[in-house]
T-cell receptor
Framework: DVKVTQSSRYLVKRTGEKVFLECVQDMDHENMFWYRQDPGLGLRLIYFSYDVKMKEKGDIPEGYSVSREKKERFSLILESASTNQTSMYLC?????????FGDGTRLSIL | EDQVTQSPEALRLQEGESSSLNCSYTVSGLRGLFWYRQDPGKGPEFLFTLYSAGEEKEKERLKATLTKKESFLHITAPKPEDSATYLCAATENRDDKIIFGKGTRLHILP
């Protein structure tokens, strides 16, 4: 079974803080994705990566950056957290198809 | 614009009352159509992949079908534990990005 592990289930941070969300997968998949999920808006793609050191902007990259130094780890960085970044963040990995998801990090920015 | 639209947004059924969830898609060159189940506070869990019109997949009380324009998730004699949000998603031939619908919230009353 594919295992996608997100470092925190719940996280509370303050406005202006730099926030790191970590995602690790154990299936040697090339592709990894970061989404946020908000009521009424569904899943929205923030960034994705097809290989180590490679990153591509998704649909809503503003205010975020990513890092992929190793194949199994994909990190999402909120450079200066703002209240509108309060959301559920989901990491996904993909070999052939389909995408497999972690259990998410519910992030609150106060 | 490529889109995936799910209906209804929410559905309440009595235990044992069969029904269907709809997913209509407009993508140029469908590569795969996916169904996921998402429980509150957790990440989406993969259920099915469908690749071509006429294809069907089954798992317990769930059956997914695909036509050239839409997919249906049929639920037969549902139980309260089938309550969840069901997400539909599609990928195109040209890349690995996946387009998600906003989901159908299914509630099965005992």
């Amino acid at each position: 079974d594919v295992k996608v592990t997100q470092s925190s289930r719940y996280l509370v941070k303050r406005t202006g803080e730099k926030v790191f969300l970590e995602c690790v997968q154990d299936m040697d998949h090339e592709n990894m994705f970061w989404y946020r999920q908000d009521p009424g808006l569904g899943l929205r793609l923030i960034y994705f990566s097809y290989d180590v050191k490679m990153k591509e902007k998704g649909d809503i990259p503003e205010g975020y950056s990513v890092s992929r130094e190793k194949k199994e780890r994909f990190s999402l960085i909120l450079e200066s957290a703002s209240t509108n970044q309060t959301s559920m963040y989901l990491c996904a990995t993909q070999g052939n198809q389909p995408q497999h998801f972690g259990d998410g990090t519910r992030l609150s920015i106060l | 614009e490529d889109q995936v639209t799910q209906s209804p947004e929410a559905l309440r059924l009595q235990e044992g009352e069969s029904s269907s969830l709809n997913c209509s898609y407009t993508v140029s060159g469908l590569r795969g159509l996916f169904w996921y189940r998402q429980d509150p506070g957790k990440g989406p869990e993969f259920l099915f992949t469908l690749y071509s019109a006429g294809e069907e997949k089954e798992k317990e009380r769930l059956k997914a079908t695909l036509t050239k324009k839409e997919s249906f998730l049929h639920i037969t004699a549902p139980k309260p534990e089938d309550s969840a949000t069901y997400l539909c998603a599609a990928t195109e031939n040209r890349d690995d990005k996946i387009i998600f619908g906003k989901g159908t919230r299914l509630h099965i009353l005992p």
